[in-house]
């Protein structure tokens, strides 16, 4: 099948210079065509120009979809979800919002723990059933690729059977979904104290079996005090390059415990979170090129202060933006908002914000090469806008301006 975008009144190419990532003032330079036009054959993008340098005799067997009037860009990439889950906890939000703390929430039964139970009460079918719902809406706001973690199983069945969720709707949805291991999310209820224990199970039963059938991409770890210190994370990240999944970090969201120097040590394909990063943090990942994935949503959701991106971008650190969408610390799957409150409140540019919700997301999942931004070659992962702009986009925030979702190189339909 073949795909002709014409009239494109704004093209956001984010164009990479076949380079994985943009860092510092590279994040400001968006590729901008005006006038546009994208040519797709099959999956794949084959052209990109202005309208005047496009040749009518090229679209005429292909479908011609006209943007005029329309802004174009790359369909967003969520580099950190924990979309899988089962039940609800609008009554911790309620809770916050009258001033409980997280530690008196935990204490109440509430916090990752609640979520565990509600998973491991929950069928494979109904967890699906519940992420299904969750998928097609973020693909009708924009997002064409999502990473999903395990974590409220905290034993080897639930974990496995999350992960088996996970793969199973990459299969069945449009969507493209990116499965990624995180047994190692906080130490259940009935290992009590003995974390070394749990950690051996992790590492001897749940990571072999997962990595011989292929559940998941990555292997994430919560490096935090109290949760998985930076020693024990070493012993679950060996176990995990030897089964072949690739290491993430849960880094320095609580405390700067040096989750963001273990990644730059190990060279984790990216470290999130970062909300309590340290200056010698920064300089880690930024020496390491480690992507630094950060989550807007989660401060402003629960009132922390947010990571210092402005200073990690003027350090070098390759900046992406992610939701964190999980029922606890982020009930929001909108990569618009997020990019608002980048801009509102972490010092970012649209410009900035735009690059870290494409192309250094896709980095962050190891797919830079794949999706992330238009270029020939690359998947035909396309949203077109109906706004006047690409800076109207975190500007007016809360409405969904996506009109048109093109998923490999087929418009959708919704």
Not at 96 to 109: C, F, H, N
Not at 269 to 294: P, Q, R
Request: hydrophobic share 45%; glycine share 6%; aromatic share 6%.
């Amino acid at each position: 099948m073949n795909l002709a975008l014409i009239n494109i009144k704004q093209l956001i190419t984010v164009a990479s210079q076949n380079r994985p990532v943009k860092i510092g003032k590279e994040m400001q330079n968006l590729g901008i065509i005006e006038n546009a036009a994208v040519l797709i054959e099959n999956n794949t993008i084959q052209w990109i120009g202005k309208m005047e340098e496009l040749s009518m005799s090229s679209i005429k067997e292909a479908d011609v979809l006209d943007c005029m009037n329309k802004v174009v860009m790359p369909g967003f990439v969520d580099a950190h979800t924990h979309l899988v889950f089962a039940g609800s906890r609008e009554n911790e939000f309620a809770m916050r919002s009258a001033g409980a703390t997280y530690q008196e929430i935990a204490s109440r039964g509430g916090g990752i723990l609640s979520t565990v139970q509600h998973v491991r009460n929950t069928q494979k079918k109904d967890l699906k059933k519940f992420a299904r719902k969750y998928l097609n809406s973020l693909l009708r706001s924009g997002t064409t690729t999502v990473e999903i973690k395990s974590g409220y199983g905290l034993d080897a069945d639930n974990e496995i059977k999350m992960l088996e969720a996970i793969t199973e709707l990459n299969e069945e949805e449009v969507i493209s979904i990116i499965p990624t291991f995180l047994g190692a999310h906080a130490v259940p209820l009935e290992f009590g104290s003995r974390k070394k224990e749990y950690v051996d199970l992790i590492t001897s039963k749940m990571i072999p079996y997962i990595g011989k059938k292929h559940l998941a991409k990555f292997c994430d770890v919560f490096c935090e005090k109290s949760y998985f210190e930076p020693e024990d994370c070493r012993i679950i990240f060996s176990a995990a390059k030897n089964a072949g999944l690739l290491p993430k970090l849960h880094a320095d969201e609580l405390t700067s415990c040096g989750g963001s120097e273990l990644a730059a040590e190990i060279k984790a394909v990216s470290a999130d979170h970062l909300e309590n990063i340290s200056d010698a943090g920064i300089k880690a990942l930024a020496e390491a090129k480690v992507v630094g994935v950060l989550l807007p949503g989660v401060s402003f959701f629960l009132n922390h202060p947010h990571a210092p991106a402005r200073k990690m971008i003027d350090a070098g650190v390759p900046v992406a933006i992610a939701t964190d969408f999980n029922p606890g610390s982020c009930m929001s799957y909108s990569m618009p908002i997020m990019m608002t409150i980048a801009c509102a409140q972490m010092k970012m540019s649209p410009e900035e914000a735009i690059t870290a919700s494409t192309l250094n997301a896709a980095a962050a999942l190891n797919l830079s090469n794949e999706i992330g931004s238009i270029d020939v070659g690359k998947k035909a992962d396309l949203i077109v806008l109906d706004i006047p702009n690409y800076k109207f986009l975190p500007y007016h925030f809360g409405e969904n301006h996506v009109e048109k979702v093109v998923k490999d190189g087929v418009v959708l339909e919704f």
